[in-house]
C-alpha cells in the first residue's frame, strides 16, 4: 500500500483547478509499495524498478553496417578510385582469421565484426570488382557504413531509468543489453464501484427507472492500459451507509479506488459523505466542463495510522463523458504515480478550429470535436451534441478541443490543442 502524507489534506470548498489537482497528486502520492522480478516476456505493461544500467556495450563490437568489403581509410585516394587487394571474408556471427594489412579490403556482410584494422566499408554496390580486387570510389567519409561499439548504448550508459512503461521497443533493447527478466514495481490494485439505485447490470433486465450501467465498463476498459490491476466491485446502492462501508472494506486491499456517481449535492449522492466520514476530502468540485463534481480522498486502512498512510478515493462524475475527462486528468496521473511510473502526459497535438463556441474564464473546458485534413491541416469540427451523458459523442468523435482557463471562445481559423481518441480511449 501506498503511504501518504496527508498535512495538506483539508478541504476548503474552491475549485480546483485541473492543473493545482495534478500537482496535489503529483506532490502527495508516493508509490505503491513492493517488487518483483519477472521475465522479460511477462514485461510489457510493467513499471522499471531501477535504472537499467548497460553492462557491456551495444553494439558489442564494431560491426558493419552493410553489405560490402571493409577497409582502412587511410589507405583511400582522395579524388580517384583506389585499388585494394580483396583478402578474406568475415560473415555475421564470425570473426576475421587476421588483421586487415594496408592495402587491403576484406569482404564482409552486414552485421559482421569489423576486420581489426579496418574502419571503414564500401557497399557492394558501389564497388567495383576486377579480379582479385576491388576498386573503392572516392569520396567516403572515414567510419562510411561501420557502426562503433556502443554506438547505440555505452557500457556503463544508463539505457532506461527507473520509473519507464515497459513496450515493445524497451523489451527489444533489455533483450539486446542481454537481460533476461526485469525488476519491476508492484502493479497497483484498484477497485471500481458504480454507484445509483439507477443502474443495472447489463446482461439482466431493467427494472422500471433503470439504465444499464455503463461508466463502470469503460473506466475497467482504460484501466486496462494502464499498469495496474483492476476488480469489478460492482454497484453500490444509494444509501450512505451502504456506500461507506463498500468504501470501507475495499480500502484494505486496495491501492486505490474509483466511483462514479454520488458525488455532486443531491440527497442521494452519499460518496463524498462518505469519504468524509471516515477519512479525508482533498478536494471537491473541479474547474473543469464536463466534470466538475468530481472528488478526491483518501481513506484509512484497517489496522493502521491513518496519519501514517491510507488508500486514495476519485469520485467521478457520473455522467459517462464527464466521467472519462476527469478519469483522465485526475485517476490516470494518480494511478501512474501509484504505480512508479514516469509522468506520462496524455497525447496532444495543434490543429485548426472550424466552429465557433464561447466558454467561462476560468475554466478549461474538453469539447468533442471531429478531425478532418484539408489543404494539409488538421480541422477541428465541433461535435453537434454537447450532453455529457451521450456515449455516442465518444464513438463519434476522434478527441477533445483542450479550451484552456485563459480564453472565452474559439472562432474559425483559431489554432486549438486536440486530444486525440486513438490510443487514449
Not at 25 to 34: F, H, L, S, V, W
Not at 193 to 217: H, I, K, W, Y
Amino acid at each position: 500500500m501506498a503511504q501518504l502524507s496527508d498535512d495538506c489534506f483539508a478541504f476548503g470548498g474552491a475549485l480546483m483547478s485541473v492543473d493545482e489537482a495534478q500537482a496535489l497528486i503529483a506532490a502527495r502520492i508516493p508509490p505503491a509499495e513492493g517488487e518483483e522480478i519477472v521475465a522479460l516476456t511477462a514485461a510489457r505493461g510493467r513499471v522499471l524498478a531501477h535504472d537499467l544500467v548497460a553492462a557491456t556495450p551495444l553494439p558489442p563490437f564494431a560491426n558493419a553496417a552493410v553489405d560490402g568489403w571493409a577497409f582502412r581509410h587511410a589507405d583511400l585516394r582522395p579524388d580517384a578510385p583506389t585499388r585494394l587487394v580483396e583478402a578474406g571474408r568475415v560473415a555475421a556471427g564470425h570473426r576475421a582469421a587476421r588483421p586487415l594489412a594496408p592495402g587491403e579490403a576484406s569482404r564482409v556482410f552486414t552485421g559482421a565484426p569489423m576486420p581489426p584494422g579496418a574502419d571503414s566499408c564500401v557497399m557492394q554496390e558501389d564497388a567495383t570488382r576486377e579480379g582479385s580486387a576491388i576498386l573503392v570510389p572516392p569520396g567516403l567519409k572515414r567510419g562510411a557504413n561501420a557502426r562503433p561499439a556502443g554506438e547505440d548504448v555505452a557500457a556503463g550508459a544508463l539505457a532506461l531509468p527507473a520509473g519507464r512503461l515497459i513496450g515493445p521497443a524497451e523489451a527489444g533493447l533489455a533483450a539486446a543489453l542481454g537481460r533476461a527478466t526485469l525488476q519491476v514495481r508492484r502493479l497497483p490494485r484498484v477497485g471500481v464501484f458504480s454507484t445509483g439505485d439507477e443502474l443495472a447490470e447489463p446482461g439482466g433486465a431493467l427494472a422500471p427507472a433503470q439504465t444499464f450501467d455503463s461508466n463502470r465498463f469503460t473506466l475497467l476498459s482504460l484501466l486496462g492500459g494502464l499498469p495496474c490491476v483492476a476488480s469489478d466491485l460492482g454497484i453500490v446502492p444509494d444509501d450512505a451507509a451502504r456506500t461507506a462501508a463498500a468504501l470501507t472494506t475495499a480500502a484494505r486491499d486496495h491501492d486505490l479506488l474509483l466511483t462514479s456517481g454520488g458525488v455532486s449535492t443531491g440527497e442521494e449522492d452519499h460518496v463524498r459523505s462518505a469519504i468524509e466520514a471516515s477519512g479525508k476530502l482533498v478536494f471537491w468540485r473541479l474547474a473543469v466542463k464536463p466534470g466538475r463534481p468530481a472528488a478526491m480522498g483518501v481513506l484509512p486502512r484497517a489496522g493502521s495510522d491513518f496519519a501514517a498512510g491510507g488508500t486514495p478515493v476519485v469520485g467521478l462524475p457520473g455522467n459517462p463523458v464527464a466521467a472519462v475527462v476527469c478519469f483522465l486528468h485526475l485517476a490516470r496521473p494518480l494511478l501512474l504515480r501509484l504505480a512508479g511510473a514516469q509522468d506520462r502526459p496524455l497525447p496532444r497535438f495543434a490543429a485548426t478550429a472550424d466552429f465557433t463556441y464561447r466558454k467561462k474564464a476560468g475554466r478549461r473546458e474538453y469539447v468533442r470535436v471531429t478531425l478532418a485534413t484539408d489543404d494539409g491541416q488538421t480541422r477541428a469540427r465541433k461535435f453537434p451534441r454537447e450532453g455529457a451523458g451521450l456515449l455516442t459523442s465518444l464513438t463519434e468523435s476522434d478527441g477533445f478541443a483542450e479550451l484552456p482557463e485563459a480564453i472565452t471562445g474559439v472562432a474559425p481559423g483559431d489554432r486549438i490543442t486536440v486530444l486525440p481518441f486513438a490510443g487514449m480511449l
